[in-house]
Protein backbone atom coordinates (compact mmCIF):
# COMPACT_ATOMS: atom_id res chain seq x y z
CA UNK A 1 0.00 0.00 0.00
CA UNK A 2 3.03 2.76 0.61
CA UNK A 3 4.48 1.57 -2.72
CA UNK A 4 1.13 2.43 -4.22
CA UNK A 5 1.29 6.16 -2.31
CA UNK A 6 4.39 6.57 -3.09
CA UNK A 7 3.88 6.42 -6.91
CA UNK A 8 1.43 8.95 -6.84
CA UNK A 9 3.21 11.14 -4.81
CA UNK A 10 6.26 11.07 -6.56
CA UNK A 11 3.90 11.36 -9.55
CA UNK A 12 2.47 14.52 -8.27
CA UNK A 13 6.28 16.13 -7.54
CA UNK A 14 7.21 15.22 -11.03
CA UNK A 15 4.25 17.02 -12.75
CA UNK A 16 4.86 20.12 -10.64
CA UNK A 17 8.40 19.99 -11.34
CA UNK A 18 7.76 19.62 -15.47
CA UNK A 19 5.18 22.83 -15.28
CA UNK A 20 7.96 24.45 -13.93
CA UNK A 21 10.04 23.76 -16.82
CA UNK A 22 7.18 24.15 -19.42
CA UNK A 23 6.01 27.71 -17.80
CA UNK A 24 9.44 29.10 -16.69
CA UNK A 25 8.62 32.41 -18.44
CA UNK A 26 5.26 32.89 -17.28
CA UNK A 27 6.16 31.74 -13.28
CA UNK A 28 8.81 34.99 -13.94
CA UNK A 29 6.82 37.27 -14.99
CA UNK A 30 3.81 36.33 -12.55
CA UNK A 31 6.68 36.88 -10.26
CA UNK A 32 5.45 32.86 -8.64
CA UNK A 33 8.39 31.08 -9.77
CA UNK A 34 9.70 31.03 -6.16
CA UNK A 35 6.22 29.80 -4.41
CA UNK A 36 5.34 27.36 -6.87
CA UNK A 37 9.25 25.83 -6.90
CA UNK A 38 8.91 25.33 -2.87
CA UNK A 39 5.51 23.45 -3.37
CA UNK A 40 7.09 21.59 -5.63
CA UNK A 41 10.08 20.98 -3.80
CA UNK A 42 7.34 20.24 -1.00
CA UNK A 43 5.91 17.29 -2.76
CA UNK A 44 9.06 15.90 -3.71
CA UNK A 45 10.09 15.45 0.33
CA UNK A 46 6.60 14.37 0.80
CA UNK A 47 6.95 11.18 -1.83
CA UNK A 48 10.57 10.80 0.02
CA UNK A 49 9.12 10.36 3.15
CA UNK A 50 6.60 8.58 2.11
CA UNK A 51 9.28 5.96 0.35
CA UNK A 52 11.34 6.08 3.34
CA UNK A 53 8.39 4.70 5.60
CA UNK A 54 7.79 1.93 3.00
CA UNK A 55 11.95 0.93 2.97
CA UNK A 56 11.81 0.91 6.59
CA UNK A 57 8.78 -1.89 6.61
CA UNK A 58 10.51 -3.74 4.55
CA UNK A 59 13.68 -3.65 6.32
CA UNK A 60 11.61 -4.41 9.31
CA UNK A 61 10.10 -7.22 7.48
CA UNK A 62 13.56 -8.81 5.99
CA UNK A 63 14.82 -8.54 9.59
CA UNK A 64 12.50 -10.82 11.14
CA UNK A 65 12.04 -13.37 8.32
CA UNK A 66 15.95 -13.55 8.66
CA UNK A 67 16.12 -13.87 12.20
CA UNK A 68 13.03 -16.51 11.68
CA UNK A 69 15.24 -18.50 9.34
CA UNK A 70 18.32 -18.27 11.53
CA UNK A 71 16.44 -19.94 14.10
CA UNK A 72 14.46 -22.33 11.89
CA UNK A 73 18.43 -23.34 11.19
CA UNK A 74 19.58 -23.99 14.58
CA UNK A 75 16.93 -25.98 15.11
CA UNK A 76 17.06 -27.43 11.97
CA UNK A 77 20.81 -28.54 13.11
CA UNK A 78 19.84 -30.08 16.45
CA UNK A 79 17.03 -32.01 15.84
CA UNK A 80 19.70 -33.83 12.91
CA UNK A 81 22.03 -33.79 15.89
CA UNK A 82 19.92 -35.19 18.10
CA UNK A 83 18.19 -37.46 15.49
CA UNK A 84 21.60 -38.83 14.87
CA UNK A 85 22.81 -39.49 18.21
CA UNK A 86 19.62 -41.23 18.62
CA UNK A 87 19.93 -43.58 15.92
CA UNK A 88 17.45 -42.51 14.05
CA UNK A 89 18.96 -40.74 10.90
CA UNK A 90 22.81 -41.36 9.39
CA UNK A 91 24.63 -38.61 8.78
CA UNK A 92 24.67 -39.36 5.12
CA UNK A 93 20.86 -39.01 5.37
CA UNK A 94 21.36 -35.59 7.30
CA UNK A 95 23.89 -34.24 4.95
CA UNK A 96 21.23 -35.20 1.79
CA UNK A 97 18.19 -33.38 3.33
CA UNK A 98 20.04 -30.42 4.83
CA UNK A 99 21.36 -29.71 1.37
CA UNK A 100 17.54 -30.07 -0.13
CA UNK A 101 16.53 -27.71 2.80
CA UNK A 102 18.77 -25.38 1.52
CA UNK A 103 16.49 -25.61 -1.77
CA UNK A 104 13.01 -25.55 -0.49
CA UNK A 105 14.31 -22.41 1.57
CA UNK A 106 15.44 -20.96 -1.38
CA UNK A 107 12.34 -21.76 -3.75
CA UNK A 108 10.07 -20.03 -0.82
CA UNK A 109 12.12 -16.77 -0.93
CA UNK A 110 12.01 -16.69 -5.05
CA UNK A 111 7.87 -17.22 -4.46
CA UNK A 112 7.75 -14.40 -2.42
CA UNK A 113 10.14 -12.25 -4.51
CA UNK A 114 7.27 -12.83 -7.50
CA UNK A 115 4.40 -11.81 -5.07
CA UNK A 116 6.51 -8.67 -4.86
CA UNK A 117 7.20 -8.06 -8.40
CA UNK A 118 3.52 -9.10 -9.17
CA UNK A 119 2.30 -6.64 -7.13
CA UNK A 120 4.49 -3.68 -7.87
CA UNK A 121 2.93 -4.75 -11.53
CA UNK A 122 -0.39 -4.40 -10.63
CA UNK A 123 0.18 -1.23 -8.91
CA UNK A 124 2.18 0.41 -12.25
CA UNK A 125 -0.54 -1.20 -14.67
CA UNK A 126 -3.05 0.42 -12.30
CA UNK A 127 -2.02 3.71 -12.37
CA UNK A 128 -1.55 3.37 -15.59
CA UNK A 129 -4.62 2.48 -17.05
CA UNK A 130 -5.98 5.94 -14.37
CA UNK A 131 -3.77 8.00 -16.45
CA UNK A 132 -4.67 7.24 -19.79
CA UNK A 133 -9.15 5.99 -18.97
CA UNK A 134 -9.27 9.03 -17.54
CA UNK A 135 -7.30 11.88 -19.03
CA UNK A 136 -9.74 14.25 -20.24
CA UNK A 137 -10.45 15.29 -23.61
CA UNK A 138 -9.01 18.70 -24.81
CA UNK A 139 -10.89 20.93 -27.78
CA UNK A 140 -9.47 23.11 -29.87
CA UNK A 141 -11.37 24.68 -32.24
CA UNK A 142 -13.91 22.46 -34.07
CA UNK A 143 -10.95 19.41 -33.57
CA UNK A 144 -11.34 16.84 -30.25
CA UNK A 145 -7.87 15.16 -29.29
Not at 25 to 41: F, G, V
Request: glycine share 6%; net charge positive; with cysteine.
Amino acid sequence: MVRKIYKKEREIATGAYNEQIRGLKDLKCLNIRESTLKNANDKYKQSLATDLKGRFQRTVITGFRNSLDAIFEFVFIIMGIVFITKGWLLLSGFIVIYMYHGRVKNLTYTMSRIKELTTEAKISITRLYELTDNSPNEEFGNTTL
